[in-house]
């Protein structure tokens, strides 16, 4: 009954586009459709129905692993239809399950909203691109759209380093070598050391999580390789500062160095719903010029973000403009615009402003209710 079930699941998962699908015991399942948790009016599971789901489709080493350390990640193909990127986890003594659907379709970066920028600098012959973001929030897509557009455009050998493998990559113009942790390979920062041998020209880092990771990627960029990596940072600034920051204090101004030498660019990203279903993703993005890889080098990143509003006619934009450009292109809600700005209060006075019809944003508009007191407090 179980096998019966999950193909049902699954195929309705897919044909509604739901993003995930969550199997805990005591209620039934629940898609994810555009960002909104929805239950499904069918029967509560039990302890044994979430056993007979995880058996059906996680392997061998997974269920190992779930019975050893409580948790295990992989990734299974559905058919034609999608793949499926599994976390089976313990909870209360029971065996719960989250399903985060893979699109088999890859979309471009122009389908994206991507700026052309991004394209343009993941064709240079080096350097580290990070994408950025809390989780959810689309990089896995973004960093395989970019991915596939080199496979399509250029002759290149690329490697990509995932847990667990995500999008699959054709070979179309490239050449792709896709390892999995725990599958083909132990750790991430190790992939990386032997991807240098294994004559690359790009190499995806799934996750930067520790030190010897972000050394490993860090180096490889400046040898001469493309390198793409992500971080669950929120901001460009952020991102650069955090780098800096897991390396102890008697390293940090070596690194500084290093990397404003191997950066060539940072998406910070995050995912909306838009005014009528689906999805949009709102960018931040920094392209690394010579006066920026100057303030990374002399520890001022507090100048990072007035430098990329001074670099627009680069391609560079903050966050919180993009934002206020969806809002006013009528795409997304201000309350979902607010919950993902960086400074909501300043973004709430910008779009008081527009509201009021003002038309410089920069002007501190008069608070509500401040006339009625005489006059305007000035």
Request: aromatic fraction near 6%; charge should be neutral.
């Amino acid at each position: 009954m179980a096998t019966i079930l999950i193909d049902k699941l699954l195929q309705a998962a897919v044909k509604q586009g739901a993003s995930d699908i969550h199997i805990v015991v005591g209620q039934p399942p629940v898609f994810r459709l555009h960002g909104r948790m929805r239950k499904l009016e069918t029967k509560v599971l039990e302890a044994d129905d979430a056993v007979g789901l995880m058996k059906s489709i996680a392997p061998e080493r997974a269920q190992r692993e779930l019975q050893e350390r409580g948790s295990a990640d992989f990734g299974f193909a559905f058919g034609d239809l999608a793949r499926f990127r599994v976390s089976i986890f313990k909870q209360r003594g029971f065996v719960s399950m989250v399903l985060r659907q893979i699109p088999n379709t890859m979309l471009t970066p122009q389908q994206l909203g991507l700026p052309d920028v991004c394209v343009k600098l993941v064709m240079r012959p080096r350097g580290l691109f990070l994408v950025t973001g809390p989780t959810g929030s689309g990089k896995s897509t973004t960093l395989a759209s970019l991915v596939n557009y080199i496979n399509e455009n250029v002759d290149h050998h690329i490697i990509t380093i995932e847990d667990p493998i995500e999008f699959y990559h054709y070979h179309k113009k490239s050449t792709v070598n896709q390892r999995e942790i725990g599958v083909d390979v132990p750790s991430f920062s190790e992939a990386i050391r032997r991807a240098l041998r294994q004559d690359p020209d790009v190499i995806l880092v799934g996750e930067m999580r520790d030190l010897e990771t972000i050394e490993a990627a860090i180096s490889a960029a400046e040898t001469g390789h493309v390198v793409f990596g992500t971080l669950h940072t929120n901001s460009a600034q952020g991102t650069i500062n955090r780098i800096i920051d897991a390396f102890p204090g008697n390293l940090q101004d070596q690194v500084r160095t290093q990397l404003s030498t191997s950066i060539i660019g940072v998406v910070a990203q995050s995912l909306l719903p838009k005014i009528g279903g689906g999805r949009c993703a709102a960018y931040e993005i920094l392209v690394v010029t010579s006066g920026i890889a100057n303030l990374i080098r002399e520890n001022k990143t507090f100048r990072i973000n007035s430098a990329i509003q001074t670099g627009a006619k680069l391609g560079m934009q903050l966050m919180d403009d993009h934002l206020f450009r969806l809002w006013r292109e009528q795409k997304v809600l201000i309350e979902d615009v607010l919950g993902k700005a960086q400074n909501p209060d300043d973004l709430a006075k910008r779009i008081y402003a527009a509201q009021q019809g003002l038309d410089d944003p920069t002007k501190e508009p008069d608070e509500p209710g401040m006339r009625k007191a005489g006059g305007h407090g000035h």
